[in-house]
């Protein structure tokens, strides 16, 4: 079935250092999202990409989805401590009721002081 | 985006028994959906809540163990039925974003079953 694969599942890094978590498709998607949960509480929605090769960046965070539409990269630049939490890429059930959507398995940041 | 709410926040309950969790969306909205996030882990949909209609559950989730009512487009309830530790999870509800695609997610259910 659709799957969509997420790494790494954990990272730490030291303030200031950069970030890099990478997700993978079986399948092509129709667009692909990021969330972030913060330790004890939910997954917010942190943006959305639709287009083939498309990149937006949203101050110290760039998400990129790949030419073939099966794989999404979300990097931060100098982490902060604010960045701590777990990121999720997810993407929609192919095929099925608008709404409906697979999530990664997330990749946890952690960020020392 | 929407403002979501979930009752109760977080409960500790005995196997056996059942809880109904409440979901209030501030706005009228079309879909709703309820997710569970098990400890360290990715979110699982249950089911899809559809106003005047019977719940589209995923493979894995059956109506007996997680009935869910969806009355009105502002309201929905899960309940959990006949617990078991292995229940013990965040319950999640999410509401579709415009265009339908994106999803807002309320405050979550923290769920202990002893």
């Known amino acids: 079935g659709q799957q969509v694969m997420q790494i790494p599942q954990y990272q730490h890094v030291q303030e200031g250092e950069d970030f890099t978590t990478y997700c993978n498709s079986s399948?092509?998607?129709?667009?692909i999202q990021w969330y972030k949960q913060r330790p004890g509480g939910h997954p917010v929605f942190l943006i959305q990409?639709?287009?083939?090769?498309e990149v937006k960046k949203q101050k110290r965070l760039t998400f990129q989805f790949g030419e073939a539409k099966k794989n999404s990269s979300l990097h931060i630049t100098a982490t902060q401590t604010t960045d701590v939490g777990t990121y999720f890429c997810a993407g929609p059930n192919r095929g099925s009721t608008l709404g409906r959507l697979y999530f990664g398995r997330g990749t946890q940041l952690t960020v020392w002081p | 985006s929407a403002v979501i709410s979930q009752k109760p926040s977080r409960d500790i309950c005995q196997r056996g028994t059942s809880l109904t969790i409440q979901c209030q969306v501030d706005s009228q909205v079309t879909m709703m959906f309820w997710y569970r996030q098990q400890p360290g882990q990715s979110l699982t949909l249950i089911a899809t809540a559809n106003q005047g209609s019977e719940a589209t559950y995923e493979s894995g989730f059956v109506i007996d163990k997680f009935p869910i009512s969806r009355p009105n487009l502002t309201f929905s309830t899960l309940t959990v039925s006949n617990m078991s530790p292995e229940d013990s999870s965040i319950y999640l509800c999410?509401?579709?974003?415009?265009?339908?695609?994106?999803?807002?997610f309320g405050p979550g259910t923290r769920l202990l079953v002893l």
């Open positions: 999410s509401v579709a974003g415009e265009g339908g695609e994106t999803q807002y």
């Open positions: 990409l639709v287009k083939s090769g």
């Open positions: 399948t092509t998607l129709s667009n």
